[in-house]
Nanobody, 117 residues
Framework: QVQLVESGGGTVQPGGSLRLSCAAS????????MGWYRQAPGKQRELVAT???????TYADSVKGRFTISRDNAKNTMYLQMNSLKPEDTAGYYC???????????WGQGTQVTVSS
């Protein structure tokens, strides 16, 4: 089994930046795709960004141009660089890893991001 642990969340003013990390207990190359999701209280969990094993990335329209997803395979860590943060970005952010053959999704416990003046 693979454990995913998020870190890097916190409170920041609008326009500020944060970098989230997702550290895996195993080789992240075992995942066909990884991604970041977020969920605010009372709302559905939404997809923020994804990255495939080959490095192809996708972004939600709401974060495109502000957020960047990346991986460091040597460190078994995925990152989400968040710039120009807005109050609407306030949510719990969750790391996800997918193994398509088995159909198994792995989730971290989440890290809180709060954007407020």
């Amino acid at each position: 089994q693979v454990q995913l642990v998020e870190s890097g969340g916190g409170t920041v003013q609008p326009g500020g930046s944060l970098r989230l990390s997702c550290a895996a207990s195993g080789n992240i190359l075992m995942f066909d795709a990884m991604g970041w999701y977020r969920q605010a209280p009372g709302k559905q969990r939404e997809l923020v960004a994804t990255i495939t094993r080959g490095g192809t990335t996708t972004y939600a329209d709401s974060v495109k141009g502000r957020f960047t997803i990346s991986r460091d395979n040597a460190k078994n860590t995925m990152y989400l660089q968040m710039n120009s943060l807005k109050p609407e970005d306030t949510a719990g952010y969750y790391c996800n890893g997918q193994r398509h053959f088995s159909g198994i999704n792995y989730w971290g416990q989440g890290t809180q991001v709060t954007v407020s003046s």
